[in-house]
């Protein structure tokens, strides 16, 4: 037995118009869907376990040529020419979009290594740098990132481009600072801020064992809370007229810092 195909020719239809609803952060919430655009994003999502419920494609798409397995209860809508360009954003788009049911996770559900790192990220504004963060998280062998007091969305479909689908295969949690710091003190971990008013360098610092490093947005920094519960701060050499980096930079900069201290081990 195969997926049903059904043709959607309407702008009006009900399923299209659920799809174009994702885009607004308040309506994905509160559906408690996402959507994946293309093959590799679609097939990680699948492999991180989440489960799909509609699949979206454009008119001429060959399913066959790739290695997409939904199950037979889920029906396929394909899209006329003109609405597919609609709703499908990417630039060179492969013509497949998948709608998932999100879930969430928190601090306590992350499954640690035996000598961890996790990135700790405050007040994250911009999509595009949080899909980034995870990015540079999986590259480096990060166990976890715990977003906190969020200002986007986990499952923003900015985030899930820029973290070039990482999203589903890196643990991703969300809780307030408190929670967050709680968690990390219950695990042993040292704390370690990125702020640019702090005294030494992030060469200097012991990034060796179990550490949180904790970042703020490039606007305001960290809060109080967190400058006053670090074990270390430390700061990046800035040889320019500006003072800091993009988030996702700084991030990188200090967990390939802290990959370099571990692999030397």
């Known amino acids: ?3 049903k195909m059904i043709a959607v020719t309407s702008p009006e239809n009900p399923h299209l118009k659920q799809l174009k609803s994702l885009w607004d952060n308040r309506k994905r919430k509160k559906s408690g869907l996402f959507f994946a655009e293309g093959v590799k994003e679609i097939e990680m999502a699948m492999e991180g376990g989440y489960r ?3 699949v979206f494609f454009a008119k001429g798409f060959d399913i066959g040529k790739t290695h ?3 199950p037979e209860d889920i029906l396929f809508y394909e899209l006329s020419e003109n609405l597919a360009k609609g709703v499908m ?3 060179k788009t492969e013509g497949v979009t998948a709608v998932f049911e999100a879930r969430s ?3 306590q559900d992350i499954v640690l290594s035996e000598n961890p790192m996790v990135i700790v990220l405050e007040s994250v504004e911009k999509p595009g740098n949080l899909g ?5 998280a999986d590259a480096c062998g990060a166990d976890a990132v715990i977003v906190c007091d969020p200002k986007t969305d986990v499952f923003h479909p900015n985030v899930i481009r820029s973290s070039v689908g990482c999203v589903f295969s890196k643990q991703v949690a969300v809780a307030s600072g408190a929670e967050t710091l709680s968690w990390l003190r219950n695990k042993g971990m040292k704390v370690v801020t990125a702020s640019v008013q702090a005294r ?3 060469y200097h610092a012991e990034l060796g ?3 949180a490093l904790v970042f703020g947005t490039e606007a305001d920094g960290l809060s109080d809370f967190w400058n006053q519960n670090s074990d270390e701060a430390v700061k990046i050499p800035m040889r320019g007229t500006n003072d800091s980096l993009n988030v996702s930079v700084s991030v990188a900069v200090l967990c390939y810092e802290a990959l370099r201290r571990r692999m030397g081990k």
């Not at 980034?132 to 540079?136: D, H």
């Open 1 to 3: 037995m195969q997926n």
């Open 52 to 54: 799909a419920v509609e």
């Open 68 to 70: 997409l397995h939904f």
């Open 89 to 91: 954003y990417r630039e």
């Open 105 to 107: 996770m928190k601090p």
């Open 132 to 136: 980034a963060v995870i990015r540079t």
């Open 200 to 202: 030494s360098f992030h």
């Open 209 to 211: 064992g179990a550490v």
